[in-house]
């Protein structure tokens, strides 16, 4: 509305200084939204992903740990939920901290403090949940505590959407000047008369502005608008007289999709699947489990078995097993697989873990099979009775 404005004052034969607002502009640069977005889609595929794992906790009966786990970890999330937010809080604060209630509910801590020592437990205190803050301290066997080991990634992103940032503000700019609206008005008046009122009250060049709030409201808002030509007003828009390039609009895209490129890139994502490109989609699958999730697997792996099995449950064959995380599909390694029993190297119940399902109770299952085109061949060579 400057332009009405602008108008109105040069009727008034105003200083521009007197009336015009003291505005501030900002920095255009500050595009917080932007480092956010990015991490958001990388951190939440990540995280939705391996919301699809299942605890197996083998040779150990009448636990309440698979139901907690599996099922419900608290009052207020399932499993799949549980587990979403607790690789996005690990990923992106490169921590995470799991306390256990007295009425065995897994919750994860917004904040906490750390003491660390050399030869014993270190200690968590001020753990605090939704705004509740625990009065007692949790020593690291009581707790589910794992570190993701990139705290580059917080300072590189830092640096990185400072300077991207910028840039995007300024393509921006651009491409606002392009579709901005331009148009000039003139009309036949004095200053004398544009501070006279009439019988309503109002001066002549407060019924030109608000003649004009119309006309401008009218070509906002419509896409077909007819307005009446007075005379002594012209009105002459200059806006697409020239043709309007989409140059920037397309650059703002790319910049938002390195942005995004950079940070799959230091998790370990292959950009293809972010963006759901179906080309070469089993090979980046396999990147995938090789340079993200496999790692995240055998951390959460580890950090259960040393904190639900103590040493002599372990010792008897107790195990913790994370399976269901892009499991393969068993009918494409079907030729494979027959290889792999045929041959003795695996046993079926092994092929099953290998594919992310649960071992089958079945003894058969743990047996190795060899076919006869496996066998050693003797004396020379086979009877055609063999």
Not at 43 to 66: C, H, P, Y
Not at 160 to 170: M, V
Not at 283 to 312: F, G, P, Q, Y
Not at 320 to 346: H, Q
Request: charged content about 30%; overall charge negative.
């Amino acid at each position: 509305m400057w332009l009405w404005d602008l108008f109105k004052g040069s009727i008034q034969k105003e200083d521009p200084s007197d009336w015009l607002p003291d505005l501030d502009y900002g920095d255009a640069a500050q595009r917080a939204y932007l480092k956010t977005m990015a991490k958001d889609t990388v951190i939440n595929f990540v995280a939705r992903i391996m919301s699809t794992l299942e605890v197996d906790i083998q040779n150990k009966d009448g636990t309440e740990w698979e139901y907690i786990l599996n099922v419900r970890p608290n009052k207020d999330q399932t499993a799949a939920d549980f587990w979403q937010s607790f690789f996005y809080r690990l990923i992106d604060e490169n921590e995470v901290l799991v306390v256990k209630t007295d009425d065995d509910q897994l919750l994860i801590a917004d904040d906490f403090s750390r003491k660390e020592y050399a030869v014993f437990d270190d200690i968590f205190s001020g753990v605090t949940v939704k705004g509740y803050t625990f009065n007692r301290s949790f020593p690291m066997s009581e707790v589910i505590y794992m570190q993701y080991n990139n705290d580059k990634l917080e300072r590189w992103t830092k640096g990185l959407f400072d300077d991207y940032s910028e840039l995007f503000g300024r393509i921006l700019e651009v491409a606002m000047r392009n579709n901005q609206i331009r148009g000039s008005v003139a009309v036949e008046t004095t200053g004398s008369l544009a501070n006279q009122k009439d019988e309503s009250g109002k001066t002549r060049a407060q019924k030109l502005q608000e003649y004009i709030d119309k006309i401008y409201n009218s070509f906002r808002t419509k896409s077909v608008a007819i307005v009446a030509k007075m005379k002594g007003f012209e009105y002459e828009e200059y806006t697409n007289k020239q043709g309007v390039s989409n140059q920037s609009l397309e650059e703002l895209n790319k910049l938002k999709s390195t942005l995004i490129d950079d940070v799959a890139n230091m998790i370990g994502v292959p950009t293809a699947l972010i963006y759901g490109e179906k080309a070469d989609l089993k090979d980046n699958m396999n990147a995938m489990r090789k340079l993200c999730t496999d790692s995240l697997v055998k951390k959460t792996r580890d950090e259960l078995i040393a904190k639900i099995i103590d040493r002599k449950e372990y010792q008897k064959g107790v195990r913790v097993e994370v399976r269901g995380v892009m499991r393969k599909d068993a009918l494409e390694l079907a030729d494979s697989i027959d290889k792999l029993v045929s041959s003795m190297v695996f046993t079926p119940n092994q092929v099953l873990q290998e594919l992310g399902y649960a071992k089958s109770d079945d003894p058969d299952m743990d047996k190795r099979y060899m076919t006869k085109n496996y066998h050693d061949v003797k004396g020379g060579g086979m009877s055609d009775e063999d």
